[in-house]
């Protein structure tokens, strides 16, 4: 794959992108909510997702060869649009790669994809209401604040 202007190679991940996946979203548990995720459960997870895009697929951004950022899409069907809202989920920058625009490749990825796949209707997230640094971001991105909160029963964590 040739080497994009910014260094920032970003790709559908693969199965041997499994630890790496893992341990950023373990890092992002414990970054962002403070928990400790069990770590077979995460492994199982990640796994489900690389092995049945139904379920969803991982983008990881490379730089030099080696994984520095990831993000999941996951996929909410819309009967308004009569298309697919791709739900962007399990960000992470490793910390030594932040601010040097990892998230921005991913996201320009993405958009990409979403508009080449033909019935995507749009791109939704979700972000801790304190986390004003990844807000900024989005909203750099031209992502708007929704008029939606979300609201949640969870049975595992």
């Known amino acids: 794959m040739p080497e994009s202007p910014t260094g ?3 790709r559908d991940a693969v199965p041997a992108d499994l ?3 893992v341990a950023f979203n373990s890092a992002m548990a414990r970054e962002t909510e403070g928990i400790e995720l069990e770590v077979d459960r995460l492994r199982q997870g990640v796994s489900a997702v690389l ?3 139904a379920r969803g697929r991982y983008f990881v951004a490379e730089i030099g060869g080696s ?3 990831q993000l999941m899409i996951t996929y909410e069907w819309s009967d308004w649009r009569n298309g697919c809202f791709w739900w962007i989920q399990s960000v992470y920058v490793h910390p030594d790669h ?3 625009g990892v ?3 991913l996201d320009a990825h993405v958009r990409a994809e979403a508009l080449r796949e033909g019935d995507v209707c749009g791109l939704r997230l979700y972000v801790d209401r304190d ?3 990844a807000q900024g971001v ?3 991105l031209e992502m708007q604040h929704s008029h939606y909160d979300l609201y949640e029963i969870d049975f595992v964590l």
Do not use: C, T
């Open 8 to 10: 920032i190679n970003v």
């Open 19 to 21: 630890v790496i996946i």
């Open 67 to 69: 994984v520095v950022g």
């Open 131 to 133: 986390n004003h640094v």
């Open 98 to 100: 932040r601010r040097r």
């Open 103 to 105: 998230y921005r490749a």
């Open 51 to 53: 092995d049945d895009p």
């Open 138 to 140: 989005y909203a750099s």
